[in-house]
């Protein structure tokens, strides 16, 4: 498209983002005129996609890092004649598919954005999978803020993109100087951006963001450059093409004062239709099983650590599934992913320890097709649980792993246990959360795991644990097993993982003083097995909860939920770690906490006495 028309095609952008935020009375117009031209040009003349198809194999890949630019985003889709006028104008509007940031409910978002610092992240996963998984010469756009390069997320994403050599990644950074609350951190100095990409090794161009044969320029260099990924770094000016707003403070997220003027200042509504270049014809074979899935088998009574169970099913899924990649952050011979890393290399990823930039490249590669798992300790999900959140808001498919969980891990200390995790990961929307006590229940849900939807989680145990089921065992994700049940039950101990363990041994030592406890496993935390949960309450009358994790959110708290909406509700002791541990063996750590089989034992007794 010639310059004059390309300068159109801005200023129709623009237009349509101050129009659709008028109609919703909110939004953020200023933010999309700064980069109308930077995506006008990128529409007409560098997009490679087909509107009708966006699943095509062959297709580009655009992301909004900055997702409250939403309304340019839209604009952009009416110009390729994705969406029409009508529907742009229901921005923000209850049931209408153009929220106020973008999500998936678009066939043409990958992805949900909005939480600065991520976009750039997850571009590198679909880069990834691009030129590693797909093998298919397309590229990945992402448009940033500058605001957002405050993120260390950002920079986690810059520094795996370069040693990555991800040549088909372009950030697009839009230098408009001025954030939500004021000046950004480095305004318009483009070249302090530049210094820092640079010193990661990225190919950079610095660009008036508002000359179109300057971004018509930048973008080829960018197509052609080899080896490394490149960043754009344009000055632009917040609210460009409206006076009343022009670089003015104070105006972020708001509609514009005086719309209709400012649709005549700009030259009042446009109707350019864009034809958008197509992909390139692309033949990648869609991720396949490939056989029988074999998985590993223990024989009851082994002591085997159920990160191990993890590692041998997790390669065995490899061998069976052509669609399982895997991630780990630098700790794979612990998390035993580096199991499948030895017999499948080239679906394995090493993410080093960048927390943010695992999920974040997990959430990439599932937007490609790929089944991913994602590994590393459970207490360092914690530092990427935002991208989790928003991966539930990408309708995202995930496999997420952690590892060393709990004050059963030891002599390491507080700072390596993760007794949040559960919490977190039910927290989370239509997450399931899994934690095995056996290796045959490992190699079932990890295999498991795969055939769900949405964020899955699973918590697996450092040091060895006896194997109780046998291979044959079936554990389907929602259930529970009876580990200990007689008719004649006086409590019931509900437990999972370690402390499962702990609660069979409990039971055996209460057997001898004549008090029978039934035993549950509820492998599935989230979601619990309420009818297993309320038909033992009924016959026992007392319940035990048992958990090595905080009582906050827990396996514990899993438990009560099953007796919402009126069912009646039986004492209830709740055992958890409820001080802060220290060093010491898993044993002493167990007993120290008041989770072990003594604590167990106790609690029932308690509560047996108390119904007598």
């Known amino acids: 498209?010639?310059?004059?028309?390309?300068?159109?095609?801005?200023?129709?952008?623009?237009?349509?983002?101050?129009?659709?935020?008028?109609?919703?009375?909110?939004?953020?117009?200023?933010?999309?005129?700064?980069?109308?031209?930077?995506?006008?040009?990128?529409?007409?003349?560098?997009?490679?996609?087909?509107?009708?198809?966006?699943?095509?194999?062959?297709?580009?890949?655009?992301?909004?890092?900055?997702?409250?630019?939403?309304?340019?985003?839209?604009?952009l889709f009416k110009a390729a004649g994705a969406i029409s006028?009508?529907?742009?104008?229901?921005?923000?509007?209850?049931?209408?598919?153009?929220?106020?940031?973008?999500?998936?409910?678009?066939?043409w978002v990958d992805v949900a954005t909005g939480s600065l610092g991520q976009g750039l992240p997850i571009g590198v996963g679909l880069a990834l999978a691009r030129k590693r998984l797909?093998?298919?010469?397309?590229?990945?756009?992402?448009?940033?803020?500058?605001?957002?390069?405050?993120?260390?997320?950002?920079?986690?994403?810059?520094?795996?993109?370069?040693?990555?050599?991800?040549?088909?990644?372009?950030?697009?950074?839009?230098?408009?100087?001025l954030g939500q609350r004021g000046p950004t951190r480095h305004a318009w100095d483009l070249g302090a951006y530049a210094r820092r990409l640079h010193a990661f090794g990225w190919?950079?161009?610095?660009?008036?963001?508002?000359?179109?044969?300057?971004?018509?320029?930048?973008?080829?260099?960018?197509?052609?450059?080899?080896?490394?990924?490149?960043?754009?770094i344009a000055r632009t000016v917040k609210g460009r093409g409206v006076a009343a707003v022009e670089n003015r403070e104070g105006l972020h997220g708001k509609p514009l004062p005086d719309p209709e003027e400012a649709v005549a200042e700009l030259g009042g509504v446009r109707e350019m239709a864009v034809p958008v270049l197509g992909p390139a014809a692309a033949g990648i074979a869609q991720p396949s099983h490939e056989g029988p899935l074999t998985l590993p088998r223990f024989d009851p009574g082994e002591e085997v650590a159920t990160r191990d169970a993890f590692g041998q099913a997790l390669a065995a899924l490899?061998?069976?599934?052509?669609?399982?990649?895997?991630?780990?952050g630098e700790v794979g011979d612990s998390t035993r992913t580096e199991l499948f890393a030895k017999e499948h290399p080239e679906r394995f990823f090493e993410c080093f320890i960048a927390e943010q930039q695992l999920v974040a490249a997990a959430i990439g590669i599932q937007a490609r097709g790929w089944t991913p798992y994602a590994s590393t300790f459970?207490?360092?999900?914690?530092?990427?649980?935002?991208?989790?959140?928003?991966?539930?808001?990408?309708?995202?498919?995930?496999?997420?792993?952690?590892?060393?969980?709990?004050?059963?891990?030891g002599e390491d200390g507080p700072s390596q246990m993760g007794l949040e995790d559960l919490a977190a990961f039910r927290a989370v929307h239509g997450s399931t959360v899994l934690y095995p006590?056996?290796?045959?229940?490992?190699?079932?849900?990890?295999?498991e795991m795969a055939e769900e939807s949405g964020i899955r989680y699973l918590r697996t145990t450092r040091g060895k644990t006896p194997v109780?089921?046998?291979?044959?065992?079936?554990?389907?994700?929602?259930?529970?097993?009876?580990?200990?049940?007689?008719?004649?039950?006086?409590?019931t101990i509900v437990a999972a993982g370690v402390t499962l363990h702990e609660a069979i041994a409990a039971a055996d030592r209460l057997a001898q003083e004549g008090i029978h406890a039934r035993v549950i496993d509820l492998y599935t935390v989230k979601p619990a097995d309420a009818q297993t949960l309320r038909a033992a309450a009924d016959l026992t009358g007392a319940l035990v909860t048992v958990e090595d994790h905080h009582p906050e959110g827990g396996l514990g708290d899993a438990v009560l939920e099953a007796f919402c909406d009126g069912y009646p509700m039986p004492p209830t002791a709740r055992l958890a770690v409820r001080d802060m541990p220290t060093s010491a063996t898993p044993a002493q750590q167990l007993a120290a906490a008041g989770i072990d089989a003594e604590a167990i034992a106790a609690a029932a007794r308690q509560l047996v006495g108390a119904a007598n």
């Not at 349509?16 to 003349?45: E, F, I, K, Q, Y």
């Not at 009508?86 to 998936?104: C, D, I, M, N, Y």
């Not at 599934?321 to 895997?326: A, F, L, P, S, T």
Request: charged share 20%; glycine share 8%.
């Open 1 to 75: 498209m010639q310059d004059h028309l390309l300068s159109e095609l801005g200023q129709q952008l623009r237009v349509d983002s101050v129009r659709a935020a008028a109609a919703a009375g909110s939004g953020h117009p200023t933010s999309s005129m700064s980069a109308a031209d930077l995506m006008a040009v990128l529409l007409a003349n560098h997009l490679h996609y087909d509107f009708e198809q966006p699943r095509h194999p062959g297709n580009d890949h655009l992301v909004f890092s900055k997702g409250h630019a939403s309304p340019l985003l839209y604009s």
């Open 85 to 107: 006028d009508e529907e742009l104008l229901t921005f923000r509007k209850l049931g209408s598919r153009v929220e106020g940031h973008p999500t998936p409910r678009l066939p």
């Open 134 to 177: 797909d093998k298919v010469d397309s590229r990945v756009w992402v448009l940033c803020g500058d605001s957002e390069l405050a993120e260390g997320s950002v920079w986690e994403a810059v520094e795996h993109g370069s040693y990555e050599h991800l040549d088909n990644l372009t950030a697009i950074i839009d230098v408009n100087r």
């Open 203 to 232: 190919h950079t161009i610095e660009i008036d963001g508002h000359d179109v044969t300057a971004i018509d320029r930048a973008y080829g260099d960018a197509a052609s450059t080899v080896g490394r990924p490149t960043a754009i």
């Open 318 to 328: 490899g061998t069976a599934r052509g669609d399982v990649v895997v991630l780990d």
């Open 378 to 409: 459970a207490a360092f999900f914690t530092r990427a649980y935002d991208f989790v959140r928003m991966a539930s808001i990408s309708r995202a498919d995930l496999n997420l792993v952690g590892s060393h969980a709990g004050v059963a891990i």
């Open 437 to 447: 006590c056996d290796a045959n229940q490992t190699a079932r849900l990890t295999a």
């Open 468 to 491: 109780i089921y046998p291979p044959s065992e079936s554990f389907p994700i929602g259930g529970s097993k009876l580990v200990r049940a007689t008719d004649d039950d006086h409590v």
